[in-house]
T-cell receptor
Framework: GENVEQHPSTLSVQEGDSAVIKCTYS??????FPWYKQELGKRPQLIID?????GEKKDQRIAVTLNKTAKHFSLHITETQPEDSAVYFC????????????FGTGTRLQVTL | ETGVTQTPRHLVMGMTNKKSLKCEQH?????MYWYKQSAKKPLELMFV???????ENNSVPSRFSPECPNSSHLFLHLHTLQPEDSALYLC????????????FGSGTRLTVV
């Protein structure tokens, strides 16, 4: 089955700086990679996703890149703000055969003033 | 609300009690999931249901008993739990085999005393 590793487990950045979270996956057939944000006491929410036919996707201050050859994908947050503080989860799935997303272990991002 | 509703939001139960968690979705999804979230394991998959049929049991102890009467409702029956079962229990739903539109409920915060 799929295995997703996520790094770092914790990340502290100053407001205005950029943050990068990296994930690697094991199943080369995986073709869909979403990212979820979970604020304290709340549910995980989808913030951005990318399909395997695309190398990069951007939505305002958030971007995701995918390297299929190396089997890794990354979340980039620019101009970080205090409200970006949360736990971020990456995930992967082969939509043709798998029945569920495989999640990474999460990254706790702290944006300090 | 996200379309996935979990009740109750908070639950305190003794080790000899029997209680049930409820999850309901009105998104037209046919796959539903139970996750356990604790400090040790951020998103631990427990059960997967596709079209009311259980397709995955991730070695969950029998004191947790899931029930899926239809594609819109999912229950988790609890009995003789242990203090280490205290955690946030998240329900999610999606289109089966897709991973797209994977939507979480707000969770039930369970405390076993």
């Amino acid at each position: 089955g799929e295995n997703v590793e996520q790094h770092p487990s914790t990340l502290s950045v100053q407001e205005g700086d950029s943050a990068v979270i990296k994930c690697t996956y094991s199943d080369s057939a995986s073709n869909y990679f979403p990212w979820y944000k979970q604020e304290l006491g709340k549910r995980p929410q989808l913030i951005i996703d990318i399909r395997s036919n695309v190398g990069e996707k951007k939505d305002q201050r958030i971007a995701v890149t995918l390297n299929k050859t190396a089997k890794h994908f990354s979340l980039h947050i620019t101009e970080t703000q205090p409200e970006d503080s949360a736990v971020y989860f990456c995930a992967a799935i082969n939509t043709g055969t798998a029945s569920k997303l495989t999640f990474g272990t999460g990254t706790r991002l702290q944006v300090t003033l | 609300e996200t379309g996935v509703t979990q009740t109750p939001r908070h639950l305190v139960m003794g080790m000899t009690n029997k209680k049930s968690l409820k999850c309901e979705q009105h998104l037209g999804h046919n796959a539903m999931y139970w996750y356990k979230q604790s400090a040790k394991k951020p998103l631990e998959l427990m059960f997967v249901y596709n079209f009311k049929e259980q397709t995955e049991n991730n070695s969950v102890p029998s004191r947790f008993s899931p029930e899926c009467p239809n594609s819109s409702h999912l229950f988790l029956h609890l009995h003789t739990l242990q203090p280490e079962d205290s955690a946030l229990y998240l329900c999610a739903s999606s289109l089966p085999g897709q991973g797209y539109g994977y939507t979480f409920g707000s969770g039930t915060r369970l405390t076993v005393v």
